[in-house]
C-alpha cells in the first residue's frame, strides 16, 4: 500500500514517494557540487542549508543544491571580440 495524496485542484492522486525531491548523502552532494566533502560541510554550515539528520547521516535534498547554485552563480558578462 503507497501512502498518497490527492491534489486540490486535480482529481489524480499524486504519490509522494515518487513527488519528493531525492534526499542525497553529504558526499553524494558533495560530488554534485564537485567540492570536497569538507567543504560541503562548511558550506551547509555557512549557509545554513537545511539538511536531514537519520540516525548520525546527514542528508540534503537535491532542490536545495539546484536553489543554492541558482541563487549563488554570478551573473556571465558578455564581450564583443572584433578583429582589427
Given at each position: 500500500?503507497?501512502?498518497?495524496?490527492?491534489?486540490?485542484?486535480?482529481?489524480?492522486?499524486?504519490?509522494?514517494?515518487?513527488?519528493?525531491?531525492?534526499?542525497?548523502?553529504?558526499?553524494?552532494?558533495?560530488?554534485?557540487?564537485?567540492?570536497?566533502?569538507?567543504?560541503?560541510?562548511?558550506?551547509?554550515?555557512?549557509?545554513?542549508?537545511?539538511?536531514?539528520?537519520i540516525?548520525?547521516?546527514?542528508?540534503?535534498?537535491?532542490?536545495?543544491?539546484?536553489?543554492?547554485?541558482?541563487?549563488?552563480?554570478?551573473?556571465?558578462?558578455?564581450?564583443?571580440?572584433?578583429?582589427?
Amino acid at each position: 500500500m503507497s501512502i498518497q495524496q490527492v491534489d486540490a485542484e486535480a482529481t489524480t492522486p499524486v504519490d509522494n514517494k515518487t513527488n519528493m525531491d531525492p534526499l542525497m548523502t553529504m558526499r553524494e552532494a558533495a560530488e554534485y557540487l564537485a567540492v570536497s566533502a569538507p567543504t560541503m560541510y562548511e558550506l551547509v554550515k555557512k549557509y545554513q542549508l537545511p539538511v536531514v539528520t537519520i540516525t548520525k547521516d546527514r542528508k540534503i535534498r537535491k532542490n536545495i543544491l539546484d536553489k543554492f547554485i541558482s541563487e549563488n552563480e554570478a551573473p556571465c558578462q558578455l564581450i564583443s571580440i572584433t578583429s582589427n
